[in-house]
């Protein structure tokens, strides 16, 4: 049984998480081009080392950040988002409604 | 092959025949390059050879033939799937795995034995409908079928496992399953009898690309210059892909299955079921092969989890309640190259003259021939790419335009 430590919930079993993909910087989407939101939405590092990425812990809902080493499979570090977004985002709001 | 067998049969001396022949040394510069001696890259060398006399190729593999994913999926052959794009292009591989051992004369233990899918709620028996009349359409043979059917075709099926009854069944007479092995050999010895040369234990560890262009792969056994290239490796697309310079959208899983002692047969179709997340079948030796969902986050890391085993064999149990008593004999992994919308990633790619086979994910054996051959017109034509596998391109993405294949995968990850 593989154990994560959650930052909120302290050591749980890793099938009470869910990935939530690789770490990356949203574009704004109301400024980026076609090209800048599909690289965002699709394209990954897929990288074989240590990667920051998003999990869940389902029970409480609490979303956070994990170093993780993807050939070895050993979980380096689990942290809370603060560390890395100090301030709130915010995003210009859509200049018009997409229809459909 | 008949009266081979007659004439030697009564002679003491049998001629040995050689498959491939014994290593030699690179050669500083080859046509082509393929990256990954699996069952794709030697058939993209066949198809070169034998169709369009492109014989100056060179197959690289870092292990031996066949070592990665050709070796560990659970050989499912099958053309139902939802997509018209996708089902042209898998019927067309199914036609030609059917008579593949005549061409290769070397047995890849072809066995058409159908695919049952079953469903489990009426979502899924609305999907089987569209999936049976696509199918129809292209030429494949899928039905819908009652749980009567159900039940006559495999009786050893529990239709009400758990609180999941069993409404009604897909079911594709085509569906087959083949010696996976058998059909990289097979591939490579013809290969290899036209002239290409296959090198193994031959990594490539770095790409030259030089005014976006490639022109040299960088091996552990020196550099070779290259007209063009193929990349054919599964399980660790991004990695290469990286090094051209290429973002592409794949995600790498862990994907584990497992096999039974042998029994007595009892199973003749493969039997999937995606609400259950499992696939089982028996093979030819008698065994019970299990295949289930992808692991739960991305890893190049063969291992294997408690976790998943538990699961997978729960989900089988239900299936087939007397497995309870089997005893597994082996279990392992395969490393696949997962894409948002479950089809693969075929054709040109943004460095010029290198070519992408790449986005596996778990349907990649059944596509061996027909990709092997497509792929084989693109590097002849020098970059025109074939009507088949037009959808299948990089930039479906960036456009938009993915060819969703999810729901038919046969378990969903």
Redesign the interface.
């Known amino acids: 049984?593989?154990i994560m430590n959650c930052p909120l919930n302290g050591p749980r079993n890793?099938?009470e998480f869910?990935?939530g993909g690789e770490f990356k910087l949203m574009p704004d989407p109301a400024s980026c081009s076609?090209?800048e939101w599909?690289?965002y939405v699709?394209?990954?590092?897929?990288?074989?080392g240590v990667v920051r990425e998003w999990w869940l812990h389902n029970a409480s809902s609490y979303w956070f950040l994990a170093e993780r080493h993807?050939?070895?499979?050993q979980i380096i570090r689990t942290f809370d988002a603060k560390e890395i977004f100090t301030q709130r985002v915010e995003f210009a709001p859509a200049t018009q409604e997409i229809a459909g | 092959m008949p009266f081979n067998l007659l004439k030697y049969g009564l002679s003491a001396e049998y001629p040995v025949e050689v498959d491939l022949p014994a290593p030699r040394e690179l050669k500083k510069a080859y046509d082509v390059v393929i990256i990954g001696g699996g069952g794709h890259g030697l058939a993209i060398a066949y198809y070169l050879a034998k169709y369009h006399g492109v014989t100056n190729v060179a197959v690289l593999e870092k292990s031996y033939l066949g070592s990665g994913n050709t070796a560990r999926n659970t050989a499912v052959i099958r053309s139902n799937y939802l997509t018209s794009e996708g089902v042209r292009f898998y019927a067309e591989s199914v036609k030609m795995f059917q008579n593949l051992a005549n061409e290769f004369d070397f047995n890849i233990m072809y066995s058409e034995r159908g695919q049952l899918t079953l469903a489990h709620t009426d979502a899924t028996v609305r999907a089987f409908r569209q999936r049976a009349e696509v199918n129809k359409h292209f030429g494949g043979r899928t039905e819908m079928i009652d749980r009567q059917q159900i039940r006559e075709l495999v009786p050893t099926l529990n239709l009400d496992p758990g609180h999941l009854p069993v409404i009604a069944g897909l079911w594709h007479i085509d569906g087959a399953t083949a010696r996976h092995d058998a059909v990289a050999w097979g591939y490579a010895k013809q290969a290899a009898k036209r002239g290409v040369e296959i090198h193994q234990l031959t990594e490539v560890q770095d790409l030259v690309v030089e005014n976006g262009r490639i022109t040299a792969v960088k091996t552990n056994r020196g550099t070779v210059q290259c007209g063009c290239a193929v990349q054919a490796i599964a399980g660790?697309s991004?990695?290469m892909l990286?090094k051209a310079g290429i973002?592409?959208?794949?995600?790498?899983y862990p994907l584990q299955a497992m096999v039974t002692q042998p029994f007595k047969p009892f199973l003749d179709p493969l039997v999937s079921s995606s609400a259950l997340h499992c696939y089982v079948q028996q093979t030819s030796r008698g065994e019970i092969v299990f295949g289930g969902g992808s692991d739960?986050?991305?890893?190049?890391?063969s291992?294997s989890?408690?976790?998943l085993k538990e699961s997978l064999l729960a989900h089988a149990i239900e299936m087939f309640p007397f497995m309870a008593n089997a005893k597994l004999m082996r279990q392992w992994a395969g490393i696949t190259d997962m894409t948002?919308d479950y089809s693969p990633i075929m054709g040109l790619s943004p460095v010029q003259n290198y070519y992408l086979d790449a986005g596996w994910g778990t349907w990649g054996f059944k596509a061996t021939p027909i990709c092997g051959k497509t792929m084989a017109e693109l590097v002849a034509s020098g970059g025109k790419v074939p009507e088949l596998i037009k959808p299948f391109a990089l930039e479906r993405?960036?456009s938009?335009q993915q060819v969703n294949e999810m729901g038919a995968t046969a378990a969903s990850h």
């Open positions: 049984m593989k890793i099938s869910t990935y076609d090209a599909a690289d699709f394209n990954s590092d897929n990288a074989a993807t050939v070895s499979d | 660790h991004s990695l990286a973002r592409a959208p794949i995600q790498t739960p986050y991305p890893l190049y890391n291992r989890t408690l976790d948002p993405f960036s938009f």
